[in-house]
């Protein structure tokens, strides 16, 4: 829902970042490494219970995601391969994030934090599978941005999940409340983007 306002904020300041990280050697692919990293980082930060260095990560690990993109463009241009691999890095991070926090307390966590996952499960599914529909399909949009696949905005975006996790770490003590209603968040998103494929697919 965020997601193009924001990147209609940012991109200009991201682009002039990457075209001097370009102009180094810096590589798209490098990047997207490095974000994941630091937010593989941010979870082992979080089950351990350091949270003002977890908010750091996170904060580093978003920006070297954000950045990924706009050196790819500022280089060679974006390619399946470099979409391929930020999506899968993306995904597999917001998987993390729940997971560390029901290692920090199973006990009052780790049913919320599955909960979490099984939304992000469901709507990453409707995510993907329209993408891959509508690629084959010739359908494009640019609502969020440049993207080297089909991109559907919804309710809980990227912009709106590192804001709920930055939440979580802030006030962990709220964790369950807080990753049982963005799970809500999640399904309501998956759900209008169902509805939204019936609409426009062929």
Known sequence: ??????????????DRAARRLA???ITADG??????????????????????VALAL???SRLADGLDGAVARAGRGATARGGFLDIVLDFAFYGAVPLAFALRDPATNALPACALLF????????????????????????????????????LAEGTETILAFAAMIAWPEA????ALAFAALCLVSAI???????KVLR
């Open 175 to 178: 964790f369950p409340a807080l």
């Open 58 to 60: 996170l904060a580093s």
């Open 31 to 52: 990047l997207s490494l490095l974000g994941f990293a630091l937010g593989l980082a941010c979870a082992g930060a979080i089950a351990a219970r350091g949270d003002a």
């Open 1 to 14: 829902m965020l997601d193009g306002a924001i990147r209609r904020r940012i991109d200009p300041w991201l």
């Open 119 to 154: 939304a992000f499960y469901v709507n990453g599914a409707s995510f993907l599978a329209l993408a891959a529909v509508a690629g084959k399909q010739g359908l494009v949009t640019g609502e969020c941005g440049s993207k080297s696949f089909y991109f559907t905005a919804g």
């Open 23 to 25: 102009r180094a050697g």
């Open 192 to 198: 209008a983007r169902a509805l939204l494929a019936l």
